[in-house]
Nanobody
Framework: VQLVESGGGLVQPGGSLRLSCTASGNIFSIFRMGWYRQVPGKQRELVASTDNGGTTKYGDSVEGRFGISRDRAKNMVFLQMDDLAPEDTAVYFC?????????????????WGQGTQVTVSS
């Protein structure tokens, strides 16, 4: 299973970016997909996640500004980021868990993308 992010870049404060993540490999379904971010010297933190049970979570600092969505048929997850602030500068990682393979085997591992840099600066 591989996850690949795209859509990061440099944006001015108050601007918007849309991140995309595509999962590929022996996948029938993915129960939960989400986004985390990390800055040097700090722990990786949850930005947003959503699962097949209908649970969606947002980090406190992004609630109301960011929106997560999925295309389950294509094993994709998106993060729409609006009203970006310098404090949102980080490497953003895509995460997938609860992978069910085409052989109907549930994989216990969490899967991560390589990360995409988001920089908010004037």
């Amino acid at each position: 299973v591989q996850l690949v992010e795209s859509g990061g870049g440099l944006v001015q404060p108050g601007g918007s970016l849309r991140l995309s993540c595509t999962a590929s490999g022996n996948i029938f379904s993915i129960f939960r997909m989400g986004w985390y971010r990390q800055v040097p010297g700090k722990q990786r933190e949850l930005v947003a996640s959503t699962d097949n049970g209908g649970t969606t979570k947002y980090g406190d600092s992004v609630e109301g500004r960011f929106g997560i969505s999925r295309d389950r048929a294509k094993n994709m997850v998106f993060l729409q980021m609006d009203d970006l602030a310098p404090e949102d500068t980080a490497v953003y990682f895509c995460n997938g868990s609860g992978v069910l393979t085409r052989d109907r085997v549930t994989l216990v591992s969490d899967y991560w993308g390589q990360g995409t840099q988001v920089t908010v600066s004037s």
